[in-house]
């Protein structure tokens, strides 16, 4: 389903947050991690749904200080290597890198309704934004199996080098955006 976000018909005051938190955001995306301006651009297009929509700026706003909270050393003193069940080699289909560095690794998520995600992991620390709201039939290698329904909202999770497959069960396209710490 399409949606349609119109700022024009909102306040003044409605506008400048939507403004501030674009703000925000690019600073943080720029400081923290020297994204390039054009991948804030997408990022910010991703955000949309949850930017003009006030009842989720408060996980725009979590996110943004979870990110400003983040430390890297000055050098790194090794690069961390993806897992042989990295999620972008094993599922690129729904795990597309939206940009890469030292420290980070973007990913826009994204799963049609009744579409199956290889099995895969996350190996590394990730902080995932749910845009989309999402139903999952999951399964790992050994068998077992969980129901899990992962409403909008800002989620930490620790890196697992347990590989796992899942099945959107539900009528929408979950669409998420994850920070992979490299660390």
């Known amino acids: 389903m399409s949606r349609h976000y119109q700022v024009e018909a909102k306040s003044p ?13 690019e600073d943080c995306l720029t400081r923290i991690f020297q994204v390039d301006p054009e991948v ?6 991703y955000l949309k749904p949850l930017l003009y929509d006030e ?17 890297f050393p000055e050098q790194s003193s090794k690069t961390l290597q993806a897992d042989e069940y990295d999620a972008v080699l094993r599922a690129p289909k729904s795990h597309e890198v939206l940009f890469e560095n030292a420290q980070v690794r973007i990913l826009r998520g994204v799963v049609d309704p009744g579409e199956s995600v290889p099995f ?3 190996a590394w620390d990730h902080l995932m934004l749910v845009i989309q709201e999402g139903d999952f039939r999951g ?7 969980e129901y899990d329904y992962m409403p909008i909202g800002f989620y930490e999770y620790p890196g697992d080098k ?3 497959t899942f099945l959107n069960i539900g009528d929408t396209q979950f669409k998420a955006l994850s920070f992979e710490i490299k660390r």
Do not use: R
Request: net charge negative; with cysteine; hydrophobic share 35%.
């Open 120 to 122: 895969h992991c996350h």
């Open 139 to 145: 399964e790992t290698m050994e068998g077992s199996v």
């Open 162 to 164: 347990t590989p796992y």
């Open 13 to 25: 005051q409605y506008q400048v947050s939507i403004l501030q938190k674009s703000v925000e955001l």
């Open 40 to 45: 804030v651009a997408c990022i910010q297009t």
């Open 55 to 71: 009842q989720y700026h408060s996980v725009i706003d979590a996110m943004i200080t979870c990110l400003k909270k983040l430390n």
